[in-house]
């Protein structure tokens, strides 16, 4: 059984407390009024080279193209339409952006754990030999959907109530001056948004939850039906989760720009959330084999989450690369407006993630003995978790708080939250079961399990 170290307690209690002080800060100093976000924006207005773009759209923006084709940044044309101006705009942003930097760390940690319950049930599907071992790793980590899940919804919840103006859409005044969104009103309905939502996490969790009891009973159990029953839920599961975890990219994140869309954007965040939550994995089980728990996984079992590692980087590759090369190439103002705004507000943390979520990945993860180094595979695996991490930022950021943007306080502040938070629930959901299974049919193929 494993005993959750007081340090570890600590550590995660000081990370939320400074997170939330961190947070507070962000949001008592956000403006009230158009002539304090004035005064904030005054020192930098041209910080980040686009000083006459602050505040437009209230970071929504739309591509135009003049008589030679040549894009350029515009406001939204929904914001335009009802007549907000350009300051008002700009208090819209600062005041997004303790919301965004919460939301993006929220949904970040969340994901995560969402990315490992899709791979554990896809080694419970499949049956897999050699992962059992790492199964109450999975759960423990998994566990983390309750709270986080709460969270998630309680923002959007917010959001639907106007407490910030991240999901523009929402506005009435708004949809009604927009003859695009006038089309998605069946769809996007903030009630109907909320509905889906409980709809998204009320079938994760009980997967989870249902599948975790069964993974303890059949330890206790004198056959293998516990076991079986777990399968075909996992089965079953798994095309629940391929539809739901689609639409929920789609309304969680791709509606912050409700004019842009891809049809590659579900497969997109899936690969981010899958390959998050398999490092992740990875790290937990080192950090245990460290502390002399789990001394039956041997190096095989980390090099194949390696491997799951580096492969999952090149899949999330391959479609960043499709998304991006389609809609460049296209050239249509409605779906390059958002390549438009990263690129002209985002070049650091845009091919940043870039940088650390394929570059690297590939040249040091492609040796396969280096997959065995457990503390090259610690390494490696974090800065996985920030490019990813980025890459959240990247889809959320531009949407809500346009060019005025920075990763300061309230950006820490959330990474420290719920990174606190995360690692408090997932040690304290670990201690509480043995980290091995006992009746597992393909249990001695895990022990015995070598690459």
Known sequence: MYTFSNNLKIGSFIAMAVGLICLATGFLTAPSTVEEAKAMVAPHGDDHGHGEHAGEGGGHSTAVFDGDNEVHASGDEHAEGHGASHDEHLLHQLQNRPWAALYVAAFFFFMIALGVLAFYAIQRAAQAGWSPLLFRVMEGITAYLVPGGIIVFVILLLSVLHMNHMFVWMDADTVANDA??????????????????????????????????????????????????????????????????????????????????????????????????????????????????????????????????????????????AQFMLIWYANIPEEVTYYVARFQDYKLPFFGMLAMNFIFPLLVLMNSDYKRINWFVIMTGIVVLFGHYLDIFNMVMPATVGDQWSLGVPEIGGILFFGGLFTFWVFTALSKAPLQPKRNPFLEESRQFHY
């Open 180 to 321: 695009l969104l006038q089309g998605k009103k069946g769809y996007l309905d903030p009630t109907f948004f909320l509905i889906r939502a409980l709809v998204f996490l009320g079938g994760w969790i009980f997967y989870r939850e249902y599948s975790r009891r069964l993974s303890l009973a059949q330890d206790d159990s004198d056959n293998n039906s516990n076991f079986v029953k777990n399968f075909r839920w996992s089965a079953a599961f798994l095309v629940f989760y391929l539809v739901t975890e689609s639409m929920m990219s789609w309304d969680w994140i791709m509606s912050l720009d409700p004019h842009w869309f891809s049809t590659l954007f579900g497969w997109y965040v899936f690969a981010s959330m899958f390959v998050s939550g398999i490092t992740t994995i990875a790290i937990v089980t080192v950090y245990l084999k460290s502390k002399g728990y789990l001394t039956e996984v041997n190096d095989s079992h980390i090099h194949d989450l390696a491997k799951f590692m580096f492969g999952i980087s090149i899949f999330w590759t391959y479609l960043w690369f």
